[in-house]
């Protein structure tokens, strides 16, 4: 039953961190692309309701995430099941390393960029802005893709 519970778990685990990963991958393949070609104030108000929205949204999608990988590494412990557990160790370590890199950067450009799109004022350096948060976009995609991974490869060793 405890084997039954982590795979369940796992499964939850990947499906609410797809959706991050998705939206990385979006941001990384099209939405870069796109604020490359548009003028900083366009970018900036795109952007920052993009943020307002996702902010307020997915948190709770993300933190699910990492919820339910946390307690799939529990549970594979518990379960004796040292392979998956050392799988969903290495996707927790991607994912706290992938919430690090939001909180320390993306975060605090998400909150200017949201401001200028309520206030209707594009700080002066909107466009460092967004490089700065693009810039980051590579590590972003590349950590909830090792965290998936892992979780798949824990869901197969259970």
Known sequence: MLIMTGQIIAVAAVLANAVVYGTDVCAAVIMRSVYRKLDDATVTVSAGWGHYYGDKRMPIVGAGGVVAAVLTLVIALAAGQLG??????????????????YVRIAKPINTQQTAAALSGIIPADARALQDKWDSILKYRVTLQLIAIAGLCVALILF
């Open 84 to 101: 998956a557990a050392v799988a969903t160790g290495i996707a927790v370590a991607a994912l706290f390393t992938w919430l690090a890199l």
